[in-house]
């Protein structure tokens, strides 16, 4: 399959030319909030600080968002895995090099995201607000669970890996390509603002932790290579299971919610375990 070798090539070409000075801007970022905290301290609890610095933004955004509410909750659900990954699926067939990355990253970012939610324990807008004072779109969660957004890292690892896979060469295309994928993962994750279910700063620091998990994530996979079995064409029926059992689990979603979106992943994963059969049974005839 020459399509298959030439698109995993650029993949891999280009995740070979990532360099890790990249993860200096958004340390920086994730620094700076550190510091502003701290500075700006007025005797108040961290949480209570938090959420009125960004009080008034949230109100304003949420409004302005929960306007297109079915669009928002579509959106959303890209924030889930197993709505998201099906619509890359295609890619274990064509470009395995990426799927290497994917996981590498999805790995480490549960642990951090874990990790995180447990330490800052920031209770979510629907926990600290009247229901009556924003808008709510779809469950109403109220956890402790907001800070960081696990949405808005999982939408970033997936937006950061295809943003340096299939980066172009040309300065132009670059910056073109560049807006253009950052824009799609910001609007993605910013609906869980326009749900009422994260402050702005929880979708921002998770949109910039998934970006660095999703560097070290593809610079791991790089050097270690702990998932390049994925290249092994006889492990395909190890994902053809996987992708009906996701199948099944997104058909339950169906039933359940009945969305747009669940049936757009749907469709890309049948359309990926069809073909996965198909070049399966062709090599091994």
Known sequence: MLY????????????NNIKLWLLIPPFLLLIIMILYFIINNDGSSFIDHYVYVQKDLFFYLNNKLSQFPNLQFNLTQLGDAMLFYPLLAIFIIYAPKLWEALLTSSFFSLIVSALLKKIFAVPRPAAMFDHDSFTIIGKTLSGKTSLPSGHSICAFIVITTL?????????????????????????ITFSRVG?????????IIGSTIGFIISIIGITISNRFKLFNWINDKNKLPIFMLALAILGGVIIKKIIDINLPIFYISLTSLVITLYLMIRFYVKKNK
């Open 4 to 15: 298959r070798t030439t698109l995993n090539n650029k993949v891999i070409n280009n995740f």
């Open 195 to 203: 749900v009422g279910a994260h402050y702005p700063l929880d979708v």
């Open 163 to 187: 943003l340096f896979a299939f980066m172009p060469k040309k300065i132009g295309y670059k910056i073109i390509w560049s807006f253009f994928i950052i824009s799609a993962g910001l609007i």
